[in-house]
């Protein structure tokens, strides 16, 4: 715009006036310029990219994800671990030779002396079927936890999706209302200059004007970086698409609604907690399964090359001379361990109830926020604008007081933005917690 010239007194009320008058609008009004700067253009212009969308992005990143895979392929690794653990273990294959000769008349000879004897033969350690039942159960509890680590995961990465969306769609909206705020600010401090010379402002007040341009240049590089930030991380889960436009201004997300106590079982972190607890029980079945005495046999036969051959079979069977402190301290390790799962299902539904409670807190403060800064802060500065236009009308005060009321509008605006991604933020929370079944 071309630097407007000095005008008289009233010329220059009339232009302050014209130039508050557009700055000072409400949240609403900030949101349709958006809009309207990112509205698709007319036939002709050049065609728009689709816009990413929350629900796309989601669906997007619903896809292959290397950690859920991760996790199935861990349960699938349990699955064929549980088989093995059924089974009885190999036999054993035993050659062998006794009593070799290396000194006297028959030294180094194969088949002088007749206590020389070639041995094969099969053994195996028969272990019980209970034994390896209870160790299989012990594995497949393993394999369930592993497959609600892969649910838990993809709610988190819908979660992570939500989240990161937001900060993008957040910064997004700063830019296209800073770029405004940015314009609009040097209309008026065009205005502020012009309006020195017939003492309507002062020179102190330009400055602080060129000072306040220069802050909101600063918030818009912090919001393009937060901008990238976000599209770096969502392209974690959905690839090139978080390239894509994203909407001009954060949607209303609705939170869950049903009571969160009757959904609380069903979260993925919590019956991960259970699988656990179940596969340390199962480990308590293992160990006191340990305290059965396993029976190994073996059979063998003895050629001897110039006398008769001879079969030879026997049985082990081990001595708990020390079962006090070896197979039941084992017991009660596995016991512990089962204690000590028990008690994290219970931390988890504690923090689960905590943090749904955090983010229904937080949701509520920001929606009281937000209703606050439309009903009480926006028509207090209309209210303060009007009373401020009237004076400088009455030929009375300066711009300062018009000046101030901007920059309060341009924190006022940027206050609201942050306190809507606050509040879709806590809503994101919140279904994570409660699921999409609550809402």
């Keep these: 715009m071309a630097e407007l010239p000095t005008p008289p007194r009233n010329c220059a009320r009339a232009s302050a006036c014209l130039a508050v008058a557009l700055l000072v609008a409400s949240p609403a009004d900030a949101v349709a310029a958006e809009n309207a700067a990112l509205s698709p253009q007319p036939a002709g212009s050049a065609v728009p990219r689709a816009v990413l969308d929350l629900e796309e992005a989601i669906a997007m990143a619903s896809g292959e994800q290397p950690a859920i895979a991760a996790f199935e392929r861990e349960a699938v690794a349990s699955d064929e671990a549980a088989i093995a653990a059924r089974s009885l273990p190999d036999l ?7 009593n070799f000769p290396i000194t006297g008349d028959n030294a180094f000879s194969p088949t002088e002396d007749f206590m020389t004897m070639y041995m094969v033969g099969v053994m ?13 159960a012990r ?6 936890v592993s497959r609600r680590q892969a649910s838990a995961q993809e709610r988190r990465i819908r979660r992570d999706v939500m989240i990161v969306w937001i900060d993008g769609v957040e910064a997004r909206a700063k830019q296209t209302l800073l770029a405004r705020l940015i314009a609009d600010l040097r209309t008026g401090r065009k205005v502020i200059e012009a309006s020195i010379p017939t003492g309507g402002s002062t020179p102190s007040l330009a400055l602080q004007a060129q000072s ?58 919590l019956l991960v907690a259970q ?6 029980v199962r ?5 006191r399964q340990q305290r059965e005495r396993d029976v190994s046999w073996q059979i063998s036969l003895g050629l001897r090359p110039e006398f008769g051959h001879m079969v030879s079979a026997q049985v082990s069977v081990p001595l708990q001379l020390n079962r006090r402190n070896r197979q039941d301290r084992l017991v009660a390790e596995a016991q512990a361990r089962a204690q000590a799962a028990g008690l994290r299902l219970e931390d988890t539904r504690r923090d689960l109830l905590r943090r749904f409670s955090v983010a229904a807190a937080d949701y509520a403060g920001a929606e009281a926020e937000l209703g606050r800064i439309n009903q009480d802060a926006i028509p207090s500065l209309e209210s303060a604008f009007k009373a401020a236009e009237a004076r400088y009308a009455g030929g009375g005060g300066t711009l300062e007081q018009p000046f101030e009321i901007i920059r309060d509008y341009v924190e006022l605006t940027i206050q609201s933005l942050e306190t809507r991604a ?15 079944a609550g809402r």
């Design 92 to 98: 054993r294959l035993l050659v062998g030779i006794q």
């Design 124 to 136: 195996r350690e028969q272990v019980r079927r209970s034994k390896r039942e209870a160790d299989a």
């Design 139 to 144: 594995i497949r509890a393993e394999a369930l």
């Design 212 to 269: 306040q341009i220069a802050l909101q240049q600063a918030q818009l590089a912090d919001a393009e970086r937060a901008e990238a930030r976000a599209r770096a991380e969502l392209a974690r889960w959905i690839g090139p698409a978080a390239s894509l436009p994203l909407p001009a201004s954060i949607p209303d997300i609705e939170p869950p609604t049903a009571a969160m106590r009757g959904l609380l079982p069903a979260h993925p972190e």
């Design 275 to 280: 699988a656990e607890q179940e596969a340390a």
């Design 283 to 287: 480990g308590v079945d293992v160990a």
């Design 422 to 436: 606050k509040r879709a933020r806590a809503a994101a929370e919140m279904i994570y917690i409660a699921g999409e």
